[in-house]
C-alpha cells in the first residue's frame, strides 16, 4: 500500500475506452485488490484514492463482484473510517476471507489514540455489507499495514502483515482474536530475494503480502522494492515457511510507483489483480484496478505477467432477460455511481454522450423491447440502444422524461430491433445540456426471455 520512500509520480498511459475493459473501474479511483469467490461471483474488495490526491488520501473501502470476469456490479462502500470509532485516518489495504457464515475485513487504519497503523477487523453476514467493527478495538498493533489471511485446509487461519517487517499470527476460529504470540518471518535473502542499495532493508520484501496454497505448496506474493514496486513471490511447504524466492511475477510498469497483488481461481481459470495509473488522471496516488487471466507453469511456478489494457477474457455470457443493475458494467465513460433511494446504487450525473457497455450480452433469438428504470430532475433525455459500440449499431431509442427528482423513479420502455445472438450493448446516455438523469435497472424482453437467470446477489435495489 505505501512505499516507504518518496518519489516521482509517474505520468499514466490511459487505454482506449472502446477496446479496454481493464482498469475494471471507470467510475473512481481504486487500488490495493483483494479478490474473493463466493457462491459462483468473484467479490473484489479495494481501497479508494480521493480524486487529485498527492497523497494516500483514502477514507473508506468499495466493493465489486462478477459473475464473469468483466462485467463488474458496483456495491459502493460499505465500510470506512468511521466504521471503526478508534480510527482516525489512512483506510489503506485490507483483504475479506469468509468464515462462519460471516465474512471478516481486515484493515490497517491509524489508531486515534496511539497515532500507529493498527489491524481492525469487520465484519458482516453478506459479502456486499455492511461492515461492522467486530470487537472495537485493533486486533493487532505494531505500526506496520497490509494485512492478508489465509485459512489452511486443516482449518488454522493466520493473519500476514507488514511493512517493513513481515508478521504472522495465528487466529482463533472466531477470527477476531488470536492464540500465541506475534512472531516475526525472518526477511532472508533466500528466502525474499536480495536488494541492491537500501543496507536497512536487504531483501525485496516490501510490503503488501498475499498468501494462498495450492497442491500443497505455500505462496505469498508480495509488492516488491522500491521504489517503483514489482510484484515478485515466494515458496514454502508450510504456512509459517521457510519461504524461498522465487521471482517476479509483474515487472515494475503502469503509471503508479506502488502495486499490490491478488490471485484467486475461478470457473476454471486463474487471476492475478493488480493495480496501475492507467486511467485519465492517474499516478502513483489515483490509482485503479485491473486483472489479467494467467495460467501456473508446469512445475507450479507463476509466469511473468503483464499489464494490458484489454485485461480477461469473459468467463460466461451476462443475460439481459432479468433485472440487471445499471451499475453493472464492464467499462463506462462519463459516469458516476450513487446510492438510490431504495438501497443499492444507481448510474448518474449523466451529460450528452456518457454511455455504459456491458459485454458479451446473450439476446439469443432476438431481444424486442428495452425498459428502464430511470428518474430526473433536470430535462430528461434519450437512451440509445447501441450494439458493438457508443456509436455502434442503433437498436433502439427510449426517451426519459423529467420525473420531478433524481430518485423519483419511473419506467420507460421502446421497441428494439438487430439485438441478436450475443453482443457488446452499450447504453448511450443523450440530451441536453447538464445532467439528464439517473438509471436504476434495465432489463430486455424477447422470444429467449423465458430462460430466466438470476439477479445480482446482495443488492437491496433489486425489487
Partial sequence: MLCALAVVVLTAAVPSAARADNPIV??????????LVHNGRVYLYTGHDEDNSTYFT???????????????????????????SWASANA?????????GKFYWYVPVTN?????????VGVATSPTGPFTDAIGRPLAENGEIDPTVFIDDDGQAYLYW??????????????????????????TTAGFGTRTGTANRPTLYEEGPWVYKRNGLYYNVFAAKCCSEFIGYSTAP????????????????????????????????????????????GGGYTRSVAVEKFSYNGDGTLPAITMTSAGAAQNGTLNPYVRQEAETMAWSSGV?????????????????????????????????????????????????????????????????????????????SCPVSGATGTRDLYL????????????????????????????????????
Fill in 238 to 281: 508450510g504456512p509459517t515457511g521457510p519461504w524461498t524466492y522465487r521471482g517476479t511475477v509483474m515487472a515494475t510498469q503502469g503509471g503508479s510507483f506502488t502495486n499490490h497483488a491478488g490471485i484467486v481461481d475461478f470457473n476454471g481459470g486463474s487471476y492475478f489483480f493488480y493495480h496501475n495509473g492507467a486511467l485519465p488522471g
Fill in 26 to 35: 471507470q467510475t473512481v479511483y481504486t487500488a490495493d485488490p483483494a479478490p
Fill in 162 to 187: 507488514g511493512n517493513p517487517n513481515l508478521w504472522y499470527v495465528r487466529l482463533n476460529a472466531d477470527m477476531i482474536s488470536y492464540s500465541g504470540a506475534v512472531t516475526q518471518i525472518p526477511l
Fill in 58 to 84: 483514502m477514507k473508506e473501502w468499495r466493493v465489486y463482484s462478477s459473475a464473469d470476469m468483466v462485467n463488474w456490479t458496483d456495491h459502493g462502500s460499505p465500510m470506512n473510517l468511521g466504521t471503526f
Fill in 92 to 100: 489503506w489495504a485490507g483483504q475479506v476471507v469468509a468464515r462462519n
Fill in 336 to 412: 458516476e455511481t450513487e446510492p438510490a433511494s431504495g438501497g443499492g446504487l444507481n448510474v448518474g450525473y449523466l451529460d450528452n454522450g456518457d454511455y455504459v457497455k456491458v459485454k458479451g450480452v446473450a439476446f439469443g433469438s432476438g431481444a424486442t423491447s428495452f425498459t428502464a428504470r430511470v428518474a430526473s430532475a433536470g430535462a430528461g433525455g434519450r437512451i440509445e440502444v447501441r450494439l458493438g459500440g457508443p456509436t455502434g449499431t442503433l437498436a433502439g431509442t427510449c426517451t426519459v422524461p423529467v420525473t420531478g427528482g433524481w430518485q423519483t423513479w419511473t419506467t420507460v
Fill in 428 to 463: 448511450r446516455f443523450t440530451g441536453g445540456s447538464g445532467y439528464l438523469f439517473n438509471v436504476d435497472s434495465w432489463q430486455f424482453a424477447g422470444a429467449s426471455a423465458a430462460r430466466g437467470g438470476a439477479p445480482v446477489p446482495g443488492d437491496a435495489s433489486m425489487r
Fill in 112 to 120: 486515534r489514540s496511539t497515532g500507529r497503523m493498527a489491524i481492525g
